[in-house]
């Protein structure tokens, strides 16, 4: 503070507790001692700049702090949020295809223990029991609950789809319809459960004549048998429908009741006797009613037959 003499002399004798030199500001404390000459008066000067130094430093520390604190609570922010949104969004993508009947797809990850890992299975078992009923619903709408065979409808759409590929290579194809002589009978003599232990016979004989690849064997509805033979034309039916004549002339036993088997069959030809699938049924159909009429065993349909169908 050299140089300042004069304002030093003035801040005493004003008692000021604050002075600007220079371009510093000095908080001022003044003493008096008593002394054997007399008063002195003295000044303690402190700058102001360098009191609050430290606790700029502080300051500085803490916006620093502050800055880094509210980076990582960004950071952690952003993670956790991508934790719960990417399974989320696989969930929303899962459900999607579930809309969509696909129940194969991912549900992410299932073994997380929190509430996103909770919804997953959740989602996991809802899944399963959609397919479970999904099966269900086809096995009520397309198989023969009684024998396990494809029923009417399921029959229909595999004929339907053979044609439409038959038609390219041009490969013949029959239809065979069968229906069981006298089970009326056996149902009012022996009763239901025995007419549907006959049925269930019936279709394990079928079943073992039939084995081609692209072959079909169905139940139409009560005591009515549908085959599909692909790539055979009328002469291989008829030999089909022999070797169903000889498989049924074992006599079937069940309860110590012993019944004779036979059956009445139809046999209509694509593309010459039908080009669409529902005329081919019906037209074998129609050959099998004459059989039965006419206790033939099996007939070839034939226009002629239309007049008394």
Not at 276 to 298: C, F, Y
Request: aromatic share 6%; with cysteine; charged share 25%.
């Amino acid at each position: 503070l050299a140089g300042h003499g004069q304002v030093l002399s003035q801040l005493a004798l004003s008692q000021a507790t604050d002075i600007d030199i220079g371009d510093e500001t000095y908080v001022a404390r003044h003493v008096a001692m008593q002394t054997t000459k007399g008063v002195v008066r003295s000044v303690l000067l402190r700058s102001v700049a360098d009191a609050v130094a430290p606790y700029t430093r502080l300051q500085l520390m803490l916006a620093l702090v502050t800055v880094a604190g509210v980076g990582l609570f960004a950071v952690g922010s952003g993670l956790a949020m991508r934790r719960v949104t990417q399974p989320l969004a696989a969930l929303t993508e899962a459900t999607a295809a579930l809309g969509r009947g696909d129940y194969a797809a991912d549900l992410g990850d299932m073994a997380r223990g929190d509430e996103v890992g909770q919804l997953a299975r959740g989602f996991d078992h809802m899944r399963h029991s959609l397919a479970e009923q999904r099966r269900e619903i086809l096995q009520l709408a397309y198989w023969d609950r009684l024998t396990g065979l494809p029923n009417r409808e399921r029959f229909r759409q595999h004929l339907a789809e053979a044609i439409t590929d038959s038609r390219s290579t041009a490969k013949p194809m029959a239809v065979i319809t069968l229906n069981v002589d006298r089970f009326k009978h056996v149902n009012d003599v022996l009763g239901y459960a025995f007419g549907d232990e006959l049925l269930k016979a019936v279709a394990e004989r079928l079943k073992l004549q039939v084995y081609r690849e692209g072959d079909l064997v169905a139940r139409l509805g009560g005591d009515e048998f549908a085959i599909l033979l692909s790539r055979t034309d009328a002469q291989g039916a008829v030999l089909l429908t022999d070797r169903i004549t000889k498989a049924f002339e074992v006599p079937l036993a069940f309860d110590e009741q012993t019944v004779d088997l036979s059956a009445s069959m139809g046999v209509a030809c694509w593309p010459v006797d039908a080009d669409d699938p529902d005329v081919l049924m019906s037209r074998s159909e129609i050959a099998m009613h004459a059989a039965k009429s006419k206790t033939a065993g099996v007939l070839l349909y034939s226009p002629s037959l239309d007049s008394s169908s």
